[in-house]
């Protein structure tokens, strides 16, 4: 059996502060531990909107890890291929908020079992069915491994005559920008869909105006650019021309996890051969919801509420 959309990289938990404004240099209360993870978030937001959805990934032999694939087991994620290490810790990250709007994380993922994902974990005939294969900035980030099997995974979807997706996800507190630029380069090159911010089209592209850089990207190779732009909402560009779709208005309780959930409305809208408007109006809906609650996988949308969202505008 193989699924639609796959996803591959980093699960993990988030541990974040209760209140705004508690940095992470000094003692103060925490909430969680909340499932994560940007390929996590987007494989659940993917299996929620009622498509086969899978990931490829590692957690630990804990309690930690367990969390994880209870939730995405319960929500309809494949997770056969997700590996449960008995000799490393299932990743962790630390979040705390700030008034201006501002996040600052510290990770524990390079060293955990997040970051033992390895080229046996790869099953040609699994990925050879997939039709989306979303790869993440924040997966490459985190080691020459990951930075392996993403780039395999890549050729084996390729061949089979699948598409790849890219969602720049960076994370400066992994990698420099040069850096991150250096390995997101060649997956760039072979993705049909990339979905940066606005800053993410800016970094790696070396240009300072958002929409500029965009048109660059597409002269790297995708056919399509999804530039996500928070409460404004988000811009399609193709060689054609670019269509800016509005957002809808919610009630923002926890931006994490919008971009990610954004990605997976996108690539069932694309899978269902919407226009890309359509898609595009989808996905903000998708994104526009997993706002309004707290925690980073606990705001992705089912079908109805995005169904509701969208009728109701
Ligand atoms: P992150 O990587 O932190 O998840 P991102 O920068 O990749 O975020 P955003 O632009 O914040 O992604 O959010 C993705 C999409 O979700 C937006 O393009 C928009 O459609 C929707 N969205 C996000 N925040 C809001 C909001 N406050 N109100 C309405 N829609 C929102
Ligand atoms: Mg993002």
Same mark, same amino acid.
């Given at each position: ?14 541990? %974040?502060? @209760?209140?705004?404004? /508690? ?10 531990? &909340? ?22 990934? $590692? ?10 694939? @209870? ?8 997770? $056969? ?7 490393? $810790?299932?990743? +962790? ?8 709007? *501002?996040?600052? &994380? ?29 790869? %993440?900035?924040? *997966? ?8 392996? #099997? ?26 420099? #920008?040069? /850096? ?6 060649? #997956? ?10 606005? @800053?993410?089209?800016? %970094? ?6 958002? &929409? ?11 056919? #399509? ?5 928070? /409460?404004?909402? *988000? +811009? ?31 690539? +069932? ?12 109006? &989808? ?6 919801? *997993? ?23």
């Amino acid at each position: 059996m193989s699924v639609s959309i796959l996803s591959i990289g980093e699960l993990l938990v988030e541990i %974040m502060r @209760e209140k705004v404004d /508690e940095s992470l240099d000094k003692p103060g209360t925490f909430v969680g531990p &909340f499932p994560s993870g940007a390929p996590a978030i987007f494989a659940d937001a993917v299996a929620k909107l009622g498509e086969s959805s899978g990931i490829i990934g $590692t957690v630990g032999e804990d309690d930690f890890g367990r969390l994880i694939i @209870e939730r995405l087991k319960k929500d309809g994620v494949d997770t $056969t291929y997700v590996r449960i290490s008995k000799n490393f $810790t299932t990743g +962790v990250a630390f979040v705390a908020y700030f008034f201006d709007g *501002s996040r600052k &994380f510290i990770y524990h993922l390079p060293y955990a079992a997040s970051g033992r994902i390895s080229i046996e974990q790869l099953d040609e005939k699994y990925l050879s069915g997939v039709k989306y294969l979303h790869i %993440m900035g924040s *997966s490459l980030s985190i080691n020459e491994d990951c930075r392996k #099997v993403c780039q395999r995974a890549i050729e084996i979807v390729k061949k089979s005559g699948g598409k790849v997706s890219l969602d720049p996800n960076l994370r400066p507190e992994l990698l420099s #920008v040069e /850096e991150i630029r250096k390995i997101c380069q060649p #997956v760039l090159a072979m993705s049909d869909v990339v979905m940066p911010s606005g @800053e993410e089209a800016c %970094m790696l592209t070396g240009i300072e105006k958002t &929409f500029s850089a965009c048109e660059k990207l597409l002269e790297y190779g995708p056919e #399509v650019v999804a530039l996500k732009q928070g /409460e404004k909402g *988000s +811009v399609v560009f193709t060689k054609k021309g670019k269509v800016e779709v509005p957002s809808f208005k919610v009630k923002e309780v926890d931006p994490t996890g919008a971009g990610d959930c954004f990605d997976a409305g996108f690539l +069932v809208g694309l899978l269902r051969k919407w226009s890309l408007e359509r898609v595009a109006r &989808f996905a903000n809906a998708v994104g526009a919801l *997993s706002v309004t609650k707290k925690g980073p996988m606990e705001g992705a949308p089912s079908l109805q509420q995005v169904n509701d969202l969208l009728n109701s505008a």
